[in-house]
């Protein structure tokens, strides 16, 4: 393996940096690439042909350009559509980004979840046979919350947060028959851990709030054990689309080492 070889993050937009953030802890020394399909984004709101066509696609040009030693889709809605086809097209380890439904079975002193994702993500069967193979005999509720996507990528950006949309979530949930149980919260959307402050300001810092960020982590530092690393320069940010897409992104970006963002 050449030690320059990179490790590819892809989601459709900034939220695949909770999971950069988590790697970043456990293999500080690997060349990362970051791709953000902002071209593409939201993908919540696309149907499951639109979404597992553009991601296996987009993979499949980015695995040749870049030559990553693995591939982390970091996005819950391309993962519980498109992770199978995309282990079929390349050659290398992709790992996945599923909703964090067994933590949070394990934590629930209620026995009633929360799930917050997005559109395409919450009607998937992926999610359904999570539930029956780790949450029976709890109450698990689903919402979909696109508009959490859009403030996570305002935010970012260092724009604020409209503490309406929050609240909108909470009541969504909490008027759920049982939902006034809830008392932890499966962020299912890479993008939500970036709202957690204000997530936690709307539900009660109660609520215990669980992702998939360092489990994934977790997970690529043990696929590549034993692999060295050996990086040329920062990280690179790359985005589909006009590069104005990422203005904005300026500081987030430099914080976490990443060089200016560049087009695909
Ligand atoms: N970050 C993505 C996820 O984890 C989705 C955001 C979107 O494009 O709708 O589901």
């Known amino acids: 393996m050449n030690p320059d070889s990179p490790i590819l993050l ?3 937009g900034v939220g695949g940096l909770t999971v950069y953030d988590g790697l970043r802890k456990v293999l500080p020394d690997a060349p990362v690439i970051y791709a953000a399909d902002l071209a593409g984004l939201p993908y919540g709101t696309k149907t499951e042909a639109q979404i597992a066509a553009r991601v296996a696609g987009l993979l499949g040009r980015m695995a040749e350009r870049f030559r990553p030693r693995l591939v982390c889709i970091a996005c819950n809605t391309a993962s519980t559509i498109a992770l199978g086809m995309v282990r079929d097209v390349l050659e290398v380890p992709v790992v996945g980004t599923v909703p964090a439904i067994k933590p949070a079975a394990a934590l629930t002193r209620t026995g009633t979840i929360g799930l917050v994702g997005t559109g395409a993500t919450i009607r998937q069967a992926y999610v359904d046979d999570l539930e029956a193979r780790f949450a029976q005999g709890k109450r698990l509720l689903r919402v979909a919350a696109p508009g959490l996507v859009e403030a996570a990528e305002a935010k970012l950006r260092g724009r604020g947060v409209d503490p309406a949309l929050i609240a909108d979530v909470h009541a969504e949930l909490t008027a759920m028959p049982g939902g006034e149980a809830i008392d932890t919260l499966v962020l299912a959307c890479t993008h939500f851990p970036l709202l957690s402050e ?18 994934i982590a977790r997970r690529i530092a043990h696929l590549l054990e034993g692999q060295s690393f050996e990086a040329h320069g920062p990280n690179r940010f790359i985005v589909t689309g006009p590069i104005a897409g990422a203005a904005g992104l300026e500081d987030a970006l430099a914080t976490r080492g990443f060089g200016p963002a560049e087009v695909f």
């Not at 204000?198 to 489990?215: C, H, K, N, S, T």
């Open 10 to 12: 892809f989601d459709s």
């Open 198 to 215: 204000e997530l936690a300001a709307a539900f009660g810092p109660e609520v215990r709030q669980v992702d998939g960020a360092e489990g």
